[in-house]
């Protein structure tokens, strides 16, 4: 069964500083993982998707890794805004079936 | 893409009554997924509902609770039958993505509280 950590719970930073989301699984077998963005009360934002093949994907200010082998993603998130502050969620996608993980509550200070 | 609305965004319940949430998609899509959120946790499946079959429920879930309709292929409901304020969670609803890349898509999701 496949398990999806994600550390910290909650972070807080001021704006402008450069940030790491981590996410950790324990079953490597994975067709895909995907990050999203979730504001509260409400859906999730696809922010990024990287396929098992690759390595890496960017969006803008948004860098997601993969690292298969040993079962980590990070989401690194530069020059961090007011606006980023939301639920980064990660979400593990296997045959049939996605998990999700616990979620990383980012608050940004202005 | 895909965009998918719900309805309705937000509801409040009296315990022992029931509601439909409705899913509506933009595109033919072959499986639509149904998600609860519970207060401060993360997403967890209920079913997978193909159009032509029975919904697929996972462990915990059960059709009587959580009847699933899928008429065609860009729609679908999820019913939530006698409510308990344990119901109250934000439902979601999701697809994949037609490009084949697997990259899901969520509705914005339907907030029950269940009084």
């Known amino acids: 069964k496949q398990e999806v950590t994600q550390i910290p719970a909650a972070l807080s930073v001021p704006e402008g500083e450069n940030l790491v989301l981590n996410c950790s699984f324990t079953d490597s077998a994975i067709y895909n993982l995907q990050w999203f963005r979730q504001d509260p009360g409400k859906g999730l934002t696809s922010l990024l998707l990287?396929?098992?093949?690759?390595r890496e994907q960017t969006s803008g200010r948004l860098n997601a890794s993969l690292d298969k082998s040993s079962g980590r993603s990070t989401l690194y998130i530069a020059a961090s805004q007011p606006g980023d502050s939301a639920t980064y969620l990660c979400?593990?996608?296997?045959?049939?079936?996605?998990?999700f993980g616990t979620g990383t509550k980012l608050q940004v200070i202005p | 893409s895909a965009v998918i609305s719900q309805k309705p965004s937000r509801d409040i319940c009296q315990r022992g009554t029931s509601l439909t949430i409705q899913c509506q998609v933009d595109?033919?899509?072959?499986?639509m997924f149904w998600y609860r959120q519970q207060p401060g946790q993360s997403l967890t499946l209920i079913a997978t509902a193909n159009q032509g079959s029975e919904a697929t429920y996972e462990s915990g879930f059960v059709i009587d609770k959580f009847p699933i309709s899928r008429p065609n292929l860009t729609f679908s409901t999820l019913t939530v039958s006698n409510m308990s304020p344990e119901d109250s969670s934000i439902y979601l609803c999701?697809?994949?993505?037609?490009?084949?890349?697997?990259?899901?898509?969520f509705g914005p999701g339907t907030r029950l509280t269940v009084t």
């Open positions: 990287i396929q098992s093949s690759q």
């Open positions: 999701s697809v994949d993505g037609t490009s084949g890349s697997n990259e899901q898509y």
């Open positions: 595109s033919q899509v072959t499986m």
């Open positions: 979400a593990v996608g296997g045959y049939q079936k996605v998990t």
